[in-house]
């Protein structure tokens, strides 16, 4: 069966395929441990919830402006206003079914055949696959493993061609852990206004950091001044992770209001709005500030505690597997091809091996450019993760 050429190179989420076969297995009655998911195992906060009933119950369930409820999106510019230190126009805000949308819009929008994308790599799995999906050229830079991968300008000129387009990264980074300083970041997005390069800033994790004692979200390009940013860039946030709403598809960008225009135009032949109750639920999410800023402080502090158990286990039970020490996001991305056989000779096998000897569910590494890592989600209660990681350890203590 032929399918179009604007296929042929796409691949599924590999993200996403080992968590559905976690959860068939785990159906079939196998005791498996997943670790695999990228999202809290927190519920959304009550209020929240109770926002979108009230909203349903009202009638709000009607199509929206396809960018999203105007309330929504003055909401969401305020709270960008207040991190920026200066007025953002809610009509560079389009609202968006997930942050995945928001990629796909901005990649679509801004570049096409012939153009080329560098991506920091390791990436998100959909990274590339979103480029692609735009007939543009994904090319993946990979920081010093001594930086935990993180990008300098340096790195990004060495990977530039006449042919560069869009810088597209993450921080905190899904699958690393690895946080950008503001002062790394001002650096990356200075080369990319020098260059004339679109940088999309992939922000999702950025209150889920552990840079600093007090709970501080990661760095944002919006503490960066106008001067070092330019007009070339999108930010794309959301309220999946900060707000444990990975179901709900709620994303944003934010741009330049002539960009978001055509952002939206795609948004409205593509999805339309996201879905009117979703909206309606991150409107209490980013109104209520005081009980949003409670619930992720708990949240944070719960992953912080759960950073430091699984870095603990993995340097008394599997000393001889190295890892990205986490300082932000929900990750562990450990090495792993020390474990590389006849038998086992890539990350896809080592998690296909592990799944099948101790039912400990965990991402390949060759699926965020690196084949060398596996990513686990500490997204689990403390007796799961321990669980879990005695499993690893006890597997390839017999291997």
Known sequence: MAFSQNVAKIKPSATMAVSALAKRLRAEGRDIVDLSAGEPDFD?????????????????????????????????????????????????VVVTSGAKQALFNANFCLFGLGDEVLIGSPYWTSYPEIVTLARATPVPVKGSEERDFRLTPDDLERARTPNTKGFLFSSPSNPTGGVYTKAELKGLVEWARDHDVWVIADEIYRVINFSDDNGTPAASILDLPESSL??????VDGASKAFAMTGWRLGFSYCDVAAAKELGAVQSHVSSNASSPSQVAALAAYTET?????????????????????????????????????????????????????EIPDSTKFCSWMLNETGVALVPGSAFGDDRYVRMSYAAADAVLEDGIRRLAGALARK
């Open 44 to 92: 959304t906060p009550g209020f929240i919830c109770d926002a979108a009933i009230e909203g349903i119950r009202k009638g709000k369930t009607r199509y929206t402006p396809p960018a999203g409820m105007p309330e929504l999106k003055k909401a969401i510019a305020k709270i960008l206003s207040e991190r920026a230190g200066r007025e953002l126009d809610p009509e560079g």
């Open 230 to 235: 330019g007009k070339k860039w999108v930010l």
């Open 290 to 342: 005081e009980k949003t800023a409670k619930s992720v402080k708990e949240m944070v502090a719960a992953f912080r505690r759960r950073r430091d158990l699984v870095t603990r286990l993995f340097d008394e039970m599997l000393p001889d597997f190295t890892y990205v020490k986490p300082m932000g996001a929900f990750y562990l991305f450990f090495r792993v091809d020390s474990a590389f056989s006849d």
